[in-house]
Structures are given as C-alpha cells and as structure tokens.
C-alpha cells in the first residue's frame, strides 16, 4: 500500500479546510477568485522556480531568458511576482496590494494571461491579516517538494476547490461546473486517442478538457498531445478556465474573450474530434430570431423558448468526418415535440447519429435535481442503424443528504456496455441495457426515453406458487389491519382515563 502523503491524501480537503478562514471576510464571489489566484500564482512560481535552477545548472546563462521558459511551457514569473517576495510581505499592511501588482506583472509577461487574473487582493474589504495568514498557509503547506513529487497535486487542489465552490454557491455553481462523475463518464465512453480535437462550445470552468488529458495520462498518451478548444459567455468563468488550463499545463484556445457561442461562435471553421458538454438546460432567450438561416441548423430550425437543440446542431456542426460527441442534456428533450423539436429528433436519428442514450440518476449536481440524459453523437457509428439505450438511474450512491456520486465501478459498467455494443457482443439486460434498430425508434415516434426499450430488471423467482403467495399475503395484511385496530381501542382506553375522549 502506497505510503499516505499530504501529495496524495487528504490534501485538498485540508487546503481547502484552512483556507476557509477567509470566509465571512468576503462575499462568495470574491472569495473564489481570491483563492483561485493564489493557487495559480503558487503554483507558476513554483514551476518557474524549478525551470530556474535547472537552468542555472545547466551554466549556459539563460536563466533570465524568457524564451528558455515558454520552450518548456513554463510560464515566464518576473521577481515582483514571485513566491518568495508575495511570502515575505504576508504580514505587513501591503499585502493586497503586493498580490495585485504580482497579478500584473504576470499578466504583462504572459499575454495569454491578459485580463484573466484575480486582482482584488487590495480591496479595503479584505482584512489584510487574515489575508497574510492564507498567504502563510500556501508558503508553509504547498512545499517545493510536494509540488514535484505530484505533478497533479495544485491540479487537484484547483479541481476540488472548484467543486466547494459549487456546492457552496448551489444554483449559480452549476454555471461552471459539471460533476466530475458525469464528466468522466463521458470521457470513458469516448476514449478520446492522441492528437486529438477537443471542443467544448459552453465550456466553464473546463473540466471536461482536465478529464480527457487525465484519460490520455491514463492510457499510455501525453497530456499535451490533445488540441482544446472551448467557449464561454460568462466572463468570470471564462477566466477560472483559463486559470484551470493553465495549472493543468494544458494549452488551450479559449477565443481572447468571453463570447455567447451561437451569436458569436469564435471556432467557425473548427472540425473537432471529440467534443463533451454541458449545456445549459432549456436555455433561453438564445437570440433565435437573428440566427433563422443558420447553416448550423441542419435537421430543423430549433424553436426560440429552448436551445437544447441548437446546442446539438451546433455541435454536430463542428464534428469531423469521424468526430463524436457526449453531451448532457435535461431529460424533457428526449421526447419534446414543441416547436419542432419532434421533428428535429426525428431527422437526427433518421440520420444515423445517435450511437448511445444514458439515463442518469437524480442528485448529481449542484444546480439542479432533476434526473439527465447523456447523449452520445457520432458522424460514423461502428453499429449502423443501431442505437444503445441504457438505464443507469439507479447507479450511484449518495455522498451525503442531497447529492449523489457515481462510484468507479458504475462508469465502468456504463463504458463497458459501449464497448461492448461497438463491439457487436452486448447482450440486453433487463432494466439496464438494451439495443434497439432505428425501426423500433420510429416505432415508437423517436421518442428516446431508455425506460422504453431497456424494460424492467428481470425479478428472481422465490419458487412461491402464486396462489400460496397470496394466501399468504392476504392473511398478513388481515393480521396488521386486526392488529391497527387493537392500538386504536387501546389509545382511545388510555385518553378516556385521563379525561380525553375522541
């Protein structure tokens, strides 16, 4: 067994725990952005600090090249902005203001940074004391060696952070982030290969690229060999996404600001090969009226009170001749026929692209209850006129009173199931999976529900024949009903005794 380290354990939690003395300081907003930056300005000061005595090493003289640095994707950190000068004014009044002219000077070296860093330290607002202890807890719990013996480890800092985030901002943190359960779902049924596209046309805080280079890791790739290109309307998302590329190590074209993505798409040429998303459900008003001739509308102009079907021909627009997709979507979209989306449905499917339908659980995310779908999109499906239909909404466990996590072993029964279904070796399990021709589909008016054709989980047989078994039901329920009525006079008994009768 692994030994248990703060680099592998724990950490996040105990970061995160210890950095929540800044709330109640600051509004919620504020406080993301504050320890986001922190996390980021440590961890390129860190990575600086390596390249530079690798540098110095090496004796060649090129440790004030910033050339040498950007080679090694290793942002350039002037000496205003790093660690050290941030941790030696950590208990003097100026140390917002010292973190904010950090920011900048990080900013004018990285122009892909340009006005993407938090620089609200200086706000009279923040208590500047309890802002130098933060600065002390990442001088003193995120050491050099840590960083170095985990790669990952500011990554996964950044990533559970995020999820606090949502879960303490409930609706509005749903805008930026997607469960990482879903997300790998997602990721696991596409396998996403080397030198690959990815694109995310909503893609907030950018979790579904973390999850696609984690998958690569994992199976023999390199993270830099995937190409990610996203999109997103909200500004401060936008930015945590770029913060969030940038501790991963993840080079990535966001477009150079925030955008709404169908009025003003920043990739238009773009053919990806993987593209993973989540939407906003039922989103509206999506500026139908200025977009009627679309040429992304292929299969049907999508009705202006709902986007859910201009999210996926926007998507299908922007797939390779072999380019698939995984989205999440609300469940009402399975089987609308409300302005037009019927028939939408229908010529996608007649169009042979719908390779797979999950129904998930409820309680998976932060924004809303409601249960969802994943839909899985392909231009050249392995299963021709085939479409794989799954029933996952009993799948999960609760992690505690209102939100529920898919274990490892879950993700790997649904990916699985593809797997196998490609493969052309899956079997129909009752309740769980099924696979049904596009004939069926129109057969039952393309509607996409999975309840429809996976049915119900086969029951074992107790070997009771029938008419015992009611017998023997019914005597039960005659003895509870005998016994119901026996309280009952003896409540009534009671409450007589003592002067209450009813």
């Not at 694109?199 to 805080?205: K, L, N």
């Not at 190590?249 to 053919?271: E, Q, R, V, W, Y």
């Not at 042979?352 to 969802?372: H, K, Q």
Request: proline share 4%.
């Amino acid at each position: 067994m692994a030994e248990k380290t703060q680099a592998n354990i724990g950490f996040e939690k105990e970061l995160w725990d210890a950095a929540c003395i800044l709330r109640g300081h600051i509004s919620a907003s504020e406080y993301r952005q504050v320890i986001v930056g922190l996390i980021f300005l440590r961890y390129i000061s860190a990575a600086f600090d390596k390249r530079y005595r690798e540098l110095v090493a090496e004796g060649d003289g090129f440790e004030d090249d910033r050339d040498a640095y950007m080679a090694e994707n290793v942002f350039f950190v002037p000496e205003s902005a790093r660690w050290e000068t941030v941790a030696k004014a950590a208990h003097t009044p100026e140390i917002g203001h010292v973190i904010d002219k950090a920011m900048r000077a990080v900013e004018q070296e990285n122009k892909s940074l340009a006005g993407v860093l938090p620089k609200n330290y200086g706000n009279p607002d923040l208590d500047k004391k309890v802002l130098g202890a933060v600065v002390d807890l990442f001088t003193n719990r995120i050491r050099m060696e840590d960083i170095e013996s985990s790669q990952d480890l500011l990554g996964r800092t950044y990533e559970y952070c995020i999820a606090q985030f949502a879960a303490a901002e409930g609706k509005n943190g749903g805008e930026f982030y997607t469960p990482a359960c879903v997300v790998r779902t997602l990721v696991e049924v596409l396998r996403p290969f080397d030198n690959c596209r990815v694109y995310d046309p909503c893609c907030g805080s950018g979790g579904m690229f973390v999850q696609s280079a984690k998958f690569l890791e994992a199976h023999g790739g390199t993270r830099g060999h995937i190409a990610v290109y996203g999109q997103e309307a909200n500004a401060d998302t936008w930015k945590m996404a770029k913060i969030n590329m940038a501790v991963r190590g993840i080079s990535a074209d966001f477009g150079k600001h925030h955008a709404d993505t169908f009025t003003n798409d920043l990739h238009p040429t773009l053919k990806a090969d993987f593209i993973l998303a989540n939407p906003p459900f039922n989103y509206t008003p999506w500026h139908q009226e200025a977009l009627t001739d679309d040429v992304r509308w292929k299969y049907g102009l999508p009705p202006a009170g709902n986007a859910n079907y201009a999210w996926i021909q926007h998507m299908i627009h922007h797939l390779s001749a072999n380019g698939k997709i995984g989205l999440v979507l609300a469940n009402g979209a399975l089987s609308t026929q409300s302005g037009g989306e019927g028939e939408i449905r229908k010529n996608i499917i007649e169009a042979d692209l719908v390779e797979g339908i999950v129904a998930m659980p409820t309680n998976l995310f932060y924004s809303v209850t409601i249960p969802v779908t994943l839909w899985f999109i392909s231009k050249n499906k392995k299963q021709k006129g085939k479409t794989l239909f799954i029933d996952a909404r009993g799948m999960g466990t609760m992690v505690d009173r209102t939100h529920r996590d898919l274990t490892e072993a879950d993700i790997a029964k649904i990916a699985g199931a593809f797997e196998a279904f490609q493969a052309s070796t899956l079997e129909d399990v009752p309740g769980f999976c099924a696979v049904a021709e596009t004939e069926q589909i129109a057969a039952q008016d393309y509607v996409l529900t999975p309840g429809r054709y996976v049915g119900l989980e086969e029951q074992a047989e107790d070997g009771e024949p029938f008419e015992e078994k009611m017998e023997r039901l019914t005597g039960e329920l005659s003895a509870l009903f005998d016994r119901s009525h026996e309280l009952e006079q003896s409540i009534r008994e009671k409450l007589e005794a003592i002067g209450y009768g009813i």
